[in-house]
């Protein structure tokens, strides 16, 4: 499975972003997708999934915010974000699941930099 992120950037306080994730393979082996970030000196972090019956789950820093979804027949999953503050500032990777169990596996995608002035 290939990922390729896009729509990051710099944008100021407030506005909206939409982040897109295409993958390669099918998306109904996807058991679960979404996204994690990491910003400078912090660990990577959760930031939504989204399981194949499209039950979201999202952390608490972006709960209200940000709308994660997945569109099976194009193998994307996207995350609108609204209202952006300064902390969001990170790069954003994509991730998809496939398999369960010992099978599982998790692929990631090569990041995408989101920068939110004040």
């Known amino acids: 499975v290939q990922l390729q992120a896009s729509g990051g950037g710099l944008v100021q306080a407030g506005v909206s972003l939409r982040l897109s994730c295409s993958a390669s393979?099918?998306?109904?082996?996807?058991?679960?997708m979404g996204w994690y970030r990491q910003a400078p000196g912090k660990q990577r972090e959760l930031v939504a999934m989204i399981s194949i019956t499209n039950d979201p789950e999202y952390s608490n820093a972006v709960k209200g915010r940000l709308t994660i979804s997945r569109d099976n027949a194009k193998n994307t999953v996207y995350l609108q974000m609204n209202s952006l503050k300064p902390e969001d500032t990170a790069a954003y990777y994509c991730?998809?699941?496939?398999?369960?169990?010992?099978?599982?596996?998790?692929?990631w995608g090569q990041g995408t930099q989101v920068t939110v002035s004040s």
């Open positions: 393979g099918s998306a109904s082996s996807f058991v679960d």
């Open positions: 991730l998809v699941i496939i398999g369960e169990d010992e099978a599982e596996e998790h692929f």
